[in-house]
């Protein structure tokens, strides 16, 4: 069992700090508790009262009994630590501290204790500076959300999770609002100890679950995103996360061209989308995938998620069709027989298309027929109905409407309501009754086409195997070795203080060869004039080593020289940029991507979690804007993109296994055509600097 | 005066069919005149009726005075030619036609006779398959809309055309709903004769306009668009378009590179940009962008549009933020006067940065008292208020914020309000108190962000002169002529049957040389194989040679060979794609981008509309992403991006002087180091079959 089932199944519950006055903040959860008929035991904490509302208080928390499932500490800051101990020391599983005033505030040192005591004694800790927990189908409600004064969520299949208490708590107004179920909520707070991968890893495991929601400001353990996601798909769970902090993301300083082009929203972006994840960007978006999971359950896979749409405005129907393709989603053709009984029920010179435009030919009892006829369409799951009270007489509709919203419930099908303009939405008791009745209420068609998209997309998603294969790579000392370890493909070079020697090395390989500085201290050859390719005989090898000591000493006067490289010159193929590096959040990624000037020109490189595998690599590739190139664009042959995964794969795998390297570089491996290889042409590795 | 002056503001109008029934649509217009007070004269044409309401009826059209300036036609389909042309016949100006069964319903033939009709007689007209036209300023309502049954919107400085009844419709009512203020509204219907080019070109004209909405499906006479943009944003006037039809817009059937790489869409969308016009995805979108310059018109030059944010929730603020960098909106710092103030009304922990996040710390008039030192802020021009019934007594706060928006008003300033969650709106009857004082409302912080940051870009757009400068060039009669005349500056070239001739050739340029087949057949030669590179000597241009013509005559064994042409390689600079083409609805436009494979690869491509200036040219250049290439990345050497401009501006002007050329390609232009020019390397011209 997980050690969160104690705080999000507790059977007893002890509110530290307890206050009789429903008004205050440490007053309302006990109301909450009894309001929302909690079925475990409630205990409270509070020297001055003999019991509060019926329910047993207690002196101190020594005094309470033993083995407590959840305490909820309503103590102020200064007060947390000392209680958080004796909870622990009487054998509480997990405890919720709300009070502010820690990290977020500057007192780190105060937070550390709480964490500190966490791990001495075993401990779970939810906060400090968060709202709680909140479990609707038990009335479980160890929190002082101001919602709850007004309603609890209808319980659902929702795990919500949320690093801010505020934005937590308008999210369940909006589950009010707009009928959504809820599994439960916590508010995460600080993160003393439980982080969001812990929650989301408990509602994996939880098979009530179809959908996890996370609103996330900055990613504690983050490396274990991509192994939770890639259980969570084979598991049938969604997850749907808002990111905020876009704006305050940069790029890190770093010396690889992996680490320039790691722009942490970047890598944040490339690993979630991998990772199946429905990103959204507001807090609407989050709810309108929220309704269409609540309505529609996860996608099955014979499922064809296909939409129908009737309105009275053709502009709408074409409006919808772009909504439609830009969000992936499909507007099947209607079946023969559907078009049949549509073109029974309009005049000739109105199509009877996917979407239907009835325009004012129709009369209410028209359009509900048109209507039907679409919903009992096989191919149609979802049929979207475009109202309009310019058109349609919304009281005299209601009935037939929650009647059709129903019946399509019953048939695994959905009714979803929009309007043309979202000024002219249905008054709040009429929504109400078409949400009862199951009805996917949204304001404006273009929402509910982009939310039924995110699941689809889900639908789509390849699973991958919950742990990717890797060979346990051995462990290596120093650069050398870490190349020789990862196997990294290299072109014959070598390394020349003496002119003399570098032409008879390059005489033995062949022209053309490549020129190339050697210094610790130039990390980016080109702009230091350290690189010349394609010299053709021994007198521009001399010319090209003459000139190249001139430029490099003036771009860098200072740096070490450790020699000139010479290479023979590899032709064919294309060049890819590899990288690994390490994400403050997301811990060691992979960046692949086109190679030299372009990575940082087109932007054209994908970042990747590690560990890794080689499906997850070639999805990678195909991905790139390069990939056209890879494959054997206008008349090009094909490269060796399996040579290009194994390499890249065995050169991430090398890089999880020592914790020594920061990053490292292959700018550029060139792709050869299929059969001969990938070879690295550069490589740079970068230790840790502890 | 504009013709259609007597559409917009008509001095006498004429009801042709009207009917005394108001529930029926040709009732409704008479009603509406009478309703909402139009000063003008009114006349109907009914042999059933003396008189109408108390407005003159008249037998027949015939029978009316002369020179009315507008009747709108309520007949059907069938009568429609005839009453025009009687119309025409009595000296009416303009007419509209809401009948549908034109050219909407298969009947192109029946709407060429209107067509042919206003151009015979000079009359103009407006349909047929329209709504007709509003003018609230002048109760002037030609037009069956229903929604005037509930009320006419409030007079403003919009123009609104949309082709689209329905969805025009829709958009009075959000205006009465939002309180956006409209100039008039045409719904254009199916354009017989007057097109959206023409009402835009007459609102351009109007000093009361300072935006211009436009719902459009497709475009007649696109090729103005770009002209008119100019001109309107030299009047300090806004477009904004939401441009329906994105998934039905294909890549045309082309030969060239430029054809191909010219999706309608792609085309649209970088010639729209370029014009500085407003582009939304949305209805809703349109309408925030509505409101936004209803409430603070069109954005002065020295006005810094910075946003000041004020919220419960710290997350909501970091939203706010990202949301505001996405849309490029500032959020510039507080004044020291102003972090003064807010640091007197917040505890110690709180940051007084903007957004400023006052968490639960501040009761209602805390918040007032901040959000009055935030409005006062010099450097702040709209105050966003993010409101939530869990912290805030709406009730209690309505007479303040009332009070603030009119405040705000009166010093140029604005409030905006919107919710934590959108679910949480004041009621409807407190919205619109709010709405009268001048405060801004949307139900998202995000949507505010976003329809601000629309006006603040229009604030940054470049103003070219309206007319661009422009040689007027000779036309040519070749493809030999058009390219002398275009000045394309060409690298030397020999075109050669025999392979002894062009060794001969190449040993006086000097090597090495590109070898290529040139054949009327082959437009893609490098999947021709019919394209060898950098030949170092006589025996590779011999060896390739023998080649070349294996593998053209294997790729198109029936292809007409011209020759092999042979030119010495350019090596240095960069490859730009070059191209000039005819869209179906912008007409000619141009193409620059990044060249060779990277075009299609890379996507890196953008459209002008033509004709263009230098510095539009510039501009574009200077957004591609390849631009740190030009200008000289990573230690290479600046690129002759001015010689590059001219090249393609004298090609760009030529193309619009020769009607007869139907696509220009140059792939590629090799610009070169800066000094030594661009050349062109490859030429394709391909003429108008017609």
């Keep these: 069992m997980s050690s969160l089932h104690s705080l999000l199944q507790p059977a007893s519950i002890a509110l530290v700090g307890a206050s009789p006055d429903a008004r205050k903040l440490a007053g309302r959860p006990l109301a909450y508790l009894l309001r929302y008929g909690f079925q475990g035991q409630v205990f409270a904490v509070n020297p001055k009262y003999p019991d509060i509302g019926g329910v047993p208080c207690f002196p101190s928390i020594s005094a309470l009994p033993r083995d407590i499932d959840l305490a909820l500490i309503l103590l102020p800051a200064h007060q947390v630590a000392d209680a958080l101990e004796q909870c622990a020391l009487q054998g509480v599983r997990c405890a919720i501290s709300i009070a502010g005033g820690f990290a977020e505030a500057g007192s780190a040192a105060e937070q550390q204790r709480l964490t500190d005591i966490c791990q001495t004694h075993g401990i779970r800790l939810i906060?400090?500076?968060?709202?709680?927990?909140?479990?609707?189908?038990?009335?479980?409600?160890?929190?002082?959300?101001?919602?709850?004064?007004?309603?609890?969520?209808?319980?659902?299949?929702?795990?919500?999770?949320?690093?801010?208490?505020?934005?937590?708590?308008?999210?369940?107004?909006?589950?009010?609002?707009?009928?959504?179920?809820?599994?439960?909520?916590?508010?995460?707070?600080?993160?003393?100890?439980?982080?969001?991968?812990?929650?989301?890893?408990?509602?994996?495991?939880?098979?009530?679950?179809?959908?996890?929601?996370?609103y996330i400001e900055g990613l504690k353990h983050g490396e274990r995103l991509s192994e939770l996601t890639r259980k969570a798909r084979l598991k049938n769970k969604a997850i749907v996360v808002l990111r905020a902090g876009k704006s305050q993301l940069g790029r890190a300083a770093a010396v690889s061209h992996t680490g320039k082009l790691a722009g942490a929203w970047k890598v944040w972006q490339d690993v979630s989308r991998q990772a199946g994840i429905i990103s959204v960007e507001?807090?609407?978006?989050?709810?309108?995938?929220?309704?269409?999971?609540?309505?529609?359950?996860?996608?099955?896979?014979?499922?064809?998620?296909?939409?129908?749409?009737?309105?009275?405005?053709?502009?709408?129907?074409?409006?919808?069709?772009?909504?439609?393709?830009?969000?992936?989603?499909?507007?099947?053709?209607?079946?023969?027989?559907?078009?049949?009984?549509?073109?029974?029920?309009?005049?000739?010179?109105?199509?009877?298309?996917?979407?239907?435009?009835?325009?004012?030919?129709t009369d209410e009892m028209g359009f509900a027929a048109c209507a039907e006829a679409v919903l009992e369409d096989p191919g149609i799951d979802v049929l979207l109905v475009v109202m309009t009270r310019l058109a349609h007489d919304y009281k005299a509709m209601l009935p037939w409407l929650a009647k059709q919203a129903n019946t399509a419930r019953k048939i695994g099908k959905c009714l979803a309501i929009s309007y043309l303009s979202s000024s002219d939405a249905f008054e709040r008791e009429d929504r109400s009754l078409l949400l009862e009745s199951?009805?996917?209420?949204?304001?404006?068609?273009?929402?509910?086409?982009?939310?039924?998209?995110?699941?689809?997309?889900?639908?789509?998603?390849?699973?991958?195997?919950?742990?990717?294969?890797?060979?346990?790579?051995?462990?290596?000392?120093?650069?050398?070795?870490?190349?020789?370890?990862?196997?990294?493909?290299?072109?014959?070079?070598?390394?020349?203080?003496d002119m003399g020697a570098a032409v008879k090395f390059a005489d033995t390989q062949?022209?053309?060869?490549?020129?190339?500085?050697?210094?610790?201290?130039?990390?980016?050859?080109?702009?230091?004039?350290?690189?010349?390719?394609?010299?053709?005989?021994?007198?521009?090898?001399?010319?090209?080593?003459?000139?190249?000591?001139?430029?490099?000493?003036?771009?860098?006067?200072?740096?070490?020289?450790?020699?000139?490289?010479?290479?023979?010159?590899?032709?064919?193929?294309?060049?890819l940029i590899v990288g690994c590096s390490v994400d403050p959040e997301l811990g060691r990624v992979l960046m692949v991507g086109a190679g030299?000037?372009?990575?940082?020109?087109?932007?054209?490189?994908?970042?990747?979690?590690?560990?890794?595998?080689?499906?997850?690599?070639?999805a990678v590739l195909a991905g790139l804007r390069c990939a056209p190139i890879l494959a054997g664009a206008r008349g090009q042959p094909a490269l060796d993109i399996e040579a290009a995964t194994q390499a890249i794969?065995?050169?991430?795998?090398?890089?999880?296994?020592?914790?020594?390297?920061?990053?490292?570089?292959?700018?550029?491996?060139?792709?050869?055509?299929?059969?001969?290889?990938?070879?690295?042409?550069?490589?740079?590795?970068?230790?840790?600097?502890?």
Tied chains: 1, 2.
């Design 596 to 618: 030299g000037i372009y990575a940082e020109v087109f932007d054209d490189v994908c970042f990747l979690a590690l560990p890794t595998s080689a499906p997850e690599i070639r």
């Design 282 to 361: 507001t807090l609407d978006e989050l709810l309108d995938v929220a309704i269409v999971f609540d309505r529609l359950g996860f996608p099955g896979g014979s499922g064809t998620q296909g939409l129908g749409v009737l309105t009275v405005s053709g502009g709408m129907g074409v409006l919808i069709s772009d909504a439609a393709a830009e969000f992936q989603l499909p507007l099947p053709p209607f079946s023969g027989a559907t078009q049949a009984r549509l073109r029974g029920l309009l005049p000739a010179q109105m199509t009877v298309a996917n979407p239907v435009d009835t325009a004012l030919f």
């Design 127 to 214: 906060g400090p500076n968060c709202v709680g927990a909140l479990h609707p189908a038990l009335g479980m409600a160890a929190t002082f959300s101001s919602e709850l004064r007004n309603r609890m969520p209808r319980p659902g299949r929702m795990a919500l999770f949320t690093q801010s208490g505020a934005l937590g708590n308008a999210l369940l107004q909006s589950f009010n609002d707009l009928d959504i179920g809820l599994a439960y909520w916590v508010s995460s707070g600080n993160e003393a100890d439980v982080g969001l991968m812990d929650l989301v890893e408990h509602s994996i495991e939880d098979d009530n679950i179809n959908l996890i929601a996370l």
């Design 649 to 690: 794969l065995r050169l991430a795998s090398q890089f999880v296994a020592d914790e020594w390297v920061r990053e490292v570089d292959i700018n550029p491996l060139r792709v050869r055509m299929n059969g001969r290889g990938a070879i690295a042409l550069d490589t740079l590795v970068v230790p840790d600097k502890n």
């Design 438 to 497: 199951g009805a996917l209420m949204l304001p404006t068609p273009d929402r509910v086409a982009r939310a039924l998209g995110h699941r689809h997309r889900v639908a789509q998603l390849p699973r991958y195997t919950a742990q990717p294969q890797v060979d346990t790579p051995q462990q290596s000392q120093t650069m050398q070795d870490f190349l020789r370890l990862a196997g990294v493909p290299q072109v014959p070079e070598g390394l020349f203080q």
């Design 510 to 575: 062949g022209y053309p060869v490549v020129l190339k500085v050697s210094s610790p201290d130039i990390a980016h050859k080109t702009e230091a004039g350290g690189v010349a390719l394609n010299l053709k005989d021994a007198d521009s090898l001399r010319a090209s080593w003459l000139q190249m000591e001139q430029s490099v000493a003036t771009y860098a006067p200072l740096a070490r020289i450790d020699g000139y490289a010479v290479q023979p010159m590899v032709l064919d193929g294309f060049e």
